[in-house]
């Protein structure tokens, strides 16, 4: 953690609505903490290093709320089928590799090494069933300088026999002996049952205990898909949908993540705000996998919490420049086709989500607010050449559109700079 003074064009958000644009203007961060935005920079702070970006953009880091470790390696591929076909033709195969740490070291060290580069400064991710593997995925990441959120697999039924833990209690004694090694700075355990699908009702009640006695988070999967949803129902014909599954076994009191949310009725969408759970929203995987549209303007007018997720591999890219960008051109197409009642995403609200509407789960994270840790990305967007100046926001809508890990010049999380 640092003290220091930044220079150049600054832009965060002061709500889902609303970007606050400071150009040519001064950052500075004290033990690795936001202390303010100055036009001009006080004499009490003349002490501090500065390092001035001339007229480049300054945004905050970036979070990607769900992303998958072990589907880096085939990304971009298995993209004509849907969810429950692509789990058994692709994922599947690909996670029961892990087993080998061999594999898994190089695997998650190209994973780590790209994550590293982009903007996402903060992420949330699966690792597999394998607790050595997802020790190593964890002490990777704790090296490259990312705070995150890492998951050991949970899965005791509905998948292939290399990846099925025997049973429940197999499953919790493996995932109690993965938490008592998970012991990191910055890189925290989450509790990962897979989806309902493949955790049996005694998995589930185990987790939801075990988090309730270690106050630990949970993430997983909601709503993603018609047929996934129609298998939960079929399943757990006691409830009345989807998220009652988890509920019942209070995955959703503790810190919660669940990912897609595509297709929740009124009643869940009730549900999951009064749980305060955190919508990760992951277009261009609900896009590759033909999974639906997720109607993300209703549920910010609603006030549910909702941030991005890359959801590597169905998404094809850890660029969140790039979610950003599907997410605004998706809700478009619900507008047009769907439904007219649920506007489409701005840049400012598909900004939001990428910076403070995620990074939320993480506490004070995502702008540049007093006292918010100093998580920060500088764009060198000087490459993305046009014939007339631009104002810093269209700026960064451009690179909303056009940028990637290329268009980096810095990076910081609280307050470290990485690059």
């Given at each position: 953690?640092?003290?220091?003074?930044?220079?150049?064009?600054?832009?965060?958000?002061?709500?889902?609505?609303?970007?606050?644009?400071?150009?040519?203007?001064?950052?500075?961060?004290?033990?690795?903490?936001?202390?303010?935005?100055?036009?001009?920079?006080?004499?009490?702070?003349?002490?501090?290093?500065?390092?001035?970006?001339?007229?480049?953009?300054?945004?905050?880091?970036?979070?990607?709320?769900?992303?998958?470790?072990?589907?880096?390696?085939?990304?971009?591929?298995?993209?004509?089928?849907?969810?429950?076909?692509?789990?058994?033709?692709?994922?599947?195969?690909?996670?029961?590799?892990?087993?080998?740490?061999?594999?898994?070291?190089?695997?998650?060290?190209?994973?780590?090494?790209?994550?590293?580069?982009?903007?996402?400064?903060?992420?949330?991710?699966?690792?597999?069933?394998?607790?050595?593997?997802?020790t190593l995925l964890m002490e990777l990441l704790e090296a490259s300088g990312l705070v995150s959120y890492v998951g050991k697999v949970n899965m005791d039924r509905d998948c292939p026999e290399a990846l099925r833990e025997a049973d429940a209690a197999a499953s919790l004694a493996a995932t109690e002996?993965?938490?008592?090694?998970?012991?990191?700075?910055?890189?925290?355990?989450?509790?990962?049952?897979?989806?309902?699908?493949?955790?049996?009702?005694?998995?589930?009640?185990?987790?939801?205990?075990?988090?309730?006695?270690?106050?630990?988070?949970?993430?997983?999967?909601?709503?993603?898909?018609?047929?996934?949803?129609?298998?939960?129902?079929?399943?757990?014909?006691?409830?009345?949908?989807?998220?009652?599954?988890?509920?019942?076994?209070?995955?959703?009191?503790?810190?919660?993540?669940?990912?897609?949310?595509?297709?929740?009725?009124?009643?869940?969408?009730?549900?999951?705000?009064?749980?305060?759970?955190?919508?990760?929203?992951?277009?261009?995987?609900?896009?590759?996998?033909?999974?639906?549209?997720?109607?993300?303007?209703?549920?910010?007018?609603?006030?549910?919490?909702?941030?991005?997720?890359?959801?590597?591999?169905?998404?094809?890219?850890?660029?969140?420049?790039?979610?950003?960008?599907?997410?605004i051109r998706v809700s478009k197409l619900r507008w047009r086709l769907a439904d007219d009642s649920a506007s489409p995403l701005t840049v400012a609200q598909a900004f939001y989500l990428a910076t403070r509407g995620g990074g939320a789960f993480f506490g004070e994270v995502g702008c540049f607010e007093?006292?918010?840790?100093?998580?920060?990305?500088?764009?060198?967007?000087?490459?993305?050449?046009?014939?007339?100046?631009?104002?810093?926001?269209?700026?960064?809508?451009?690179?909303?559109?056009?940028?990637?890990?290329?268009?980096?010049?810095?990076?910081?999380?609280?307050?470290?700079?990485?690059?």
């Amino acid at each position: 953690m640092g003290s220091f003074v930044l220079h150049g064009n600054i832009i965060d958000s002061e709500s889902p609505e609303r970007l606050r644009v400071a150009a040519d203007s001064y950052l500075v961060c004290e033990e690795g903490r936001c202390t303010g935005v100055f036009s001009a920079l006080p004499e009490r702070f003349s002490g501090l290093p500065l390092t001035d970006f001339g007229d480049r953009l300054i945004l905050p880091g970036m979070t990607d709320l769900h992303l998958h470790a072990p589907q880096f390696a085939f990304r971009g591929l298995g993209m004509d089928l849907e969810l429950l076909d692509w789990l058994n033709a692709r994922t599947f195969p690909e996670e029961a590799k892990y087993a080998d740490l061999g594999y898994a070291a190089l695997a998650y060290g190209q994973f780590v090494d790209c994550l590293r580069r982009s903007a996402t400064t903060r992420a949330v991710v699966f690792g597999t069933v394998h607790p050595a593997a997802t020790t190593l995925l964890m002490e990777l990441l704790e090296a490259s300088g990312l705070v995150s959120y890492v998951g050991k697999v949970n899965m005791d039924r509905d998948c292939p026999e290399a990846l099925r833990e025997a049973d429940a209690a197999a499953s919790l004694a493996a995932t109690e002996r993965w938490l008592d090694g998970a012991r990191f700075a910055h890189t925290k355990p989450i509790l990962t049952p897979r989806f309902v699908p493949s955790c049996s009702d005694a998995l589930l009640q185990g987790l939801g205990e075990l988090a309730a006695r270690r106050g630990l988070p949970v993430q997983s999967h909601l709503s993603e898909n018609l047929g996934e949803i129609a298998l939960v129902q079929s399943l757990c014909p006691q409830t009345d949908f989807y998220a009652e599954a988890y509920d019942r076994c209070g995955l959703l009191s503790q810190p919660c993540i669940m990912a897609h949310c595509v297709h929740c009725p009124p009643e869940e969408q009730d549900l999951l705000q009064a749980r305060g759970v955190f919508i990760a929203h992951s277009p261009l995987s609900n896009s590759n996998l033909s999974s639906g549209i997720a109607p993300v303007s209703a549920y910010l007018a609603r006030g549910l919490r909702v941030g991005l997720g890359s959801d590597l591999a169905a998404g094809e890219t850890e660029n969140l420049f790039r979610v950003m960008a599907e997410a605004i051109r998706v809700s478009k197409l619900r507008w047009r086709l769907a439904d007219d009642s649920a506007s489409p995403l701005t840049v400012a609200q598909a900004f939001y989500l990428a910076t403070r509407g995620g990074g939320a789960f993480f506490g004070e994270v995502g702008c540049f607010e007093p006292g918010f840790a100093l998580d920060a990305v500088v764009l060198d967007d000087s490459a993305l050449v046009h014939p007339q100046e631009l104002t810093p926001i269209e700026r960064l809508e451009r690179c909303i559109y056009l940028a990637d890990e290329r268009h980096i010049a810095a990076k910081y999380v609280a307050g470290t700079r990485l690059f």
